[in-house]
Each structure stands twice: as structure tokens, then as C-alpha cells.
């Protein structure tokens, strides 16, 4: 597509479309380009997106949570509009960018909310910035622990290997394998056909597939058209083993989770996990959910977090 073509993709237009006067910025982090969009007002409310999405995954809920709080939806090193630096996708390091936007932005501290990767951002961010943390939300998705170093390269007997939503059954993670591999998955799905992932992971992991349109779509998959957004989104799974390494040493969360979970994903085991990684940890399931929480039932989060963050 040509840049015409394409410019309602673009961040300030897809900003612009949303209640609550959000616009679109860029902040240099540490000599990373950190792109957010931001609106409302308030007490700091952090939006963090995953794979493979960005910012714009959290577009249904943005004008609701903007009445009360100034809403942050930061995409992450390697994300969208973000810079997509060599190194550095680590969960750690991204905290580390992300305090760093937060203080650029004049707060010194903020309440925290990400979905899959972003989820394990904000839980990095708890860990090693205590002080700098009101309240995390975990959508669907905690940190990388030891546990996952036990998941399998082959499906277990009860698992479908396209991974079908299983009523809160662990899917078969092929992707984790596939996005270690190095330059192979920037020339296979590299000159836009990455959108045939994107239809692929909406049709089978969310509870109802047409909640995320086709509009969005193209958003993510104009995203994720080139090698280097691709090549930058699978670091943040190579890192995956730096990650469990880290979070041996982190010790429990003192800070307040809500960890949210689709009752056709990652409600049950978010429930036996995560209360023993917190001091103050609330789990509770999203009906009628797969893995996509704000895009599938942005109503039932709006309503969690506001609950949450009073």
C-alpha cells in the first residue's frame, strides 16, 4: 500500500478517532523512541499492548477509562511507532524504558494495566520499581516463570495443534518455538502477509472472532509489514529465558494485582498462579472471553479496572 493508501492507519489519525482528546506522541527513553498516545485526566493509568498488536488494542476502552484517569497506551520498544533497537526486549529492560517515559511525562508514579507482553512488563515494572507503582493489572497473561520452561514442543494428547479455544485448557504455544527462530519468520511472513498470522491467532484464540473487525486488523497487520517489526516483536520472545532468570530474584509483588482472565483462556490457570506471586492479588474471570480481553469484552475491563483503581 501507498503511504495515501495507509494514512488512516497512521497513529495521529487513529488517535484522533477516539473520544477523550487523545493524541499521539513520541519520547526519546534512553536514546530509544518511545511512541504513546494519551488523553483525559487524572491519576496515571499506563496501557500496555501485546503480541501482535499495539497501542490501538486498547481503542474500545481508552474514552471510558479517560473520564477518570490520564490515559497512557504506550506501544513497547520494538511496537508500532516505537523503536526497533538490536537488543533490549527483555521484560526488565522495557520497565526500564517505561519508568523512564513515566518520569519524562512528570509522574512519579502510575497505576499499570498491560495485556500478554505488556502484562509482563508491568509485572517486571512492580518488581524492580516498587515505589514507583500504584496498581498493576495482568490481562490474560503473568511473567515468564520456571514453569515455562517445562512447556512442550509437542502438543500434549488433550491439546488441538491449532489451537482452538479449549475452555480454559493451556493452547498449544507453536508460536513461542516459531519466534525464536532467528531471520526465518521475517522472510516467510515479511511484504505484508502477516496479516494471514493475524487472522490466523484472532480466528482460533478469541472466544468470538469478529469482535476484533477488520479495521483493526489492518492496523496490526500494517504494523507487523515488515521484517524489522517483525524480527523486533519475536525479541520480545527470545528473551524469554533472561526473563525466568530475572523473575527467580523478584520475590512477591507488593503492590496491588488484578489479574484478569478470559473464561476460554488463561482464567484458570491465572487463578492457581497468581496468588502466590503477590501480597494483595485479586483473579477474576471475564465471561464469554478468549485472549484478547480489551477488544473482546472492553465493557467487563473498563469495569474491573475501575473497580480496581478506584
Not at 494485582?257 to 490457570?269: E, K, P, Q, T, V
Amino acid at each position: 500500500m501507498t503511504t495515501t493508501e495507509t494514512a488512516h492507519l497512521s497513529d495521529a489519525a487513529l488517535a484522533a478517532t477516539l473520544d477523550g482528546n487523545f493524541t499521539s506522541h513520541v519520547a526519546e527513553v534512553k536514546g530509544t523512541r518511545l511512541h504513546y498516545v494519551t488523553g483525559g485526566a487524572g491519576a496515571p493509568l499506563v496501557l500496555l499492548g501485546g503480541w501482535p498488536q499495539t497501542w490501538w488494542q486498547w481503542n474500545k476502552v481508552m474514552p471510558a477509562l479517560a473520564e477518570r484517569y490520564t490515559v497512557i497506551a504506550v506501544d513497547l520498544r520494538g511496537m508500532g511507532g516505537s523503536d526497533k533497537p538490536a537488543d533490549g526486549y527483555d521484560k526488565k529492560t522495557m520497565a526500564a524504558d517505561l519508568r523512564t517515559l513515566i518520569q519524562h511525562l512528570g509522574w512519579e508514579t502510575a497505576s499499570i494495566a498491560g495485556h500478554d507482553i505488556g502484562a509482563m512488563v508491568a509485572y517486571a515494572y512492580a518488581a524492580n520499581y516498587p515505589d514507583a507503582v500504584d496498581k498493576i493489572a495482568l490481562l490474560d497473561v503473568p511473567h515468564p516463570d520456571a514453569g515455562w520452561s517445562q512447556f512442550g514442543l509437542l502438543p500434549e494428547t488433550d491439546q488441538h495443534v491449532d489451537s482452538v479455544i479449549e475452555h480454559g485448557a493451556r493452547s498449544y504455544l507453536w508460536w513461542f518455538a516459531f519466534n525464536q527462530v532467528q531471520e526465518l519468520p521475517e522472510l516467510l511472513l515479511g511484504e505484508g502477509r502477516m496479516r494471514l498470522l493475524v487472522d490466523w491467532l484472532f480466528g482460533r484464540q478469541a472466544k468470538d472472532p469478529s469482535t476484533i473487525d477488520e479495521h483493526s486488523r489492518q492496523v496490526y497487520a500494517h504494523a507487523y509489514s515488515t521484517a524489522d517489526a517483525i524480527r523486533a516483536g519475536n525479541g520480545w520472545y527470545r528473551t524469554f529465558n533472561q526473563d525466568i532468570a530475572d523473575e527467580r530474584a523478584y520475590g512477591q509483588i507488593a503492590a496491588p494485582i488484578l489479574a484478569l482472565g478470559g473464561d476460554d483462556s488463561n482464567y484458570a490457570y491465572l487463578r492457581d498462579l497468581m496468588p502466590a506471586k503477590g501480597t494483595d492479588v485479586t483473579v477474576v474471570e471475564v465471561a464469554d472471553c478468549g485472549h484478547y480481553v480489551p477488544e473482546e469484552q472492553p465493557d467487563a475491563v473498563v469495569s474491573a479496572l475501575v473497580e480496581f483503581l478506584g
